[in-house]
């Protein structure tokens, strides 16, 4: 991801923390930006995914290797903590992907690109029939777990932890992480 990238994201995190997506004048809000191909407020959204997929492969050194499955639980509790970390910004996003859904569809090969990448983080192999339903699954896996974020105020994430956590387990009886 390059610098212009990357700060776009940090300033549009940075706005997200007091004002809503709507109140964005794309335009001005623009006009220093370097970054091309920003049409519209989507366009935010998924460059701040980018960024969050960034953050995750920086910190991703820190990973003890294991298995599939615990691998998957770290990785996706560090993307939670690198969400946590822009607490207020991404909840402002969220409420406005509920109130806007026709935008979803424009996100949504973005957001499968992001779990693929946790897929093969976790060394979840993304390939073939089992590989596109593990995908599916982690999709819907990680989304589910968003909701319980959403209202999990403690700093230390407990709740959401032990959410995902017993999803994984309910996950294990249907599907061989191998």
Do not use: C
Not at 16 to 24: T, V
């Amino acid at each position: 991801m390059n610098q212009n990238k990357i700060s776009l994201a940090k300033k549009t995190l940075q706005h997200l923390e007091k004002k809503k997506l709507r109140d964005i004048n794309l335009k001005n809000f623009l006009s220093n930006s370097k970054v091309p191909n920003m049409n519209n407020k989507i366009d935010l959204i998924i460059n701040i995914n980018e960024f969050f997929d960034f953050q995750l492969k920086k910190n991703l050194v820190n990973i003890e290797k294991s298995s599939q499955r615990d691998m998957l639980f770290e990785i996706m509790m560090a993307r939670y903590d690198i969400l946590n970390e822009y607490r207020a910004s991404v909840k402002n996003i969220i409420n406005h992907i509920i109130s806007r859904p026709q935008g979803v569809l424009k996100l949504i090969p973005k957001l499968i690109e992001s779990k693929i990448l946790i897929a093969t983080f976790a060394n979840v192999n993304p390939s073939g029939i089992q590989g596109v339903i593990k995908i599916k699954i982690i999709f819907v896996l990680y989304y589910i777990t968003l909701f319980t974020w959403f209202n999990d105020e403690n700093e230390s994430l407990e709740k959401t932890m032990s959410v995902l956590d017993k999803y994984l387990n309910n996950i294990e009886k249907f599907i061989k992480f191998s």
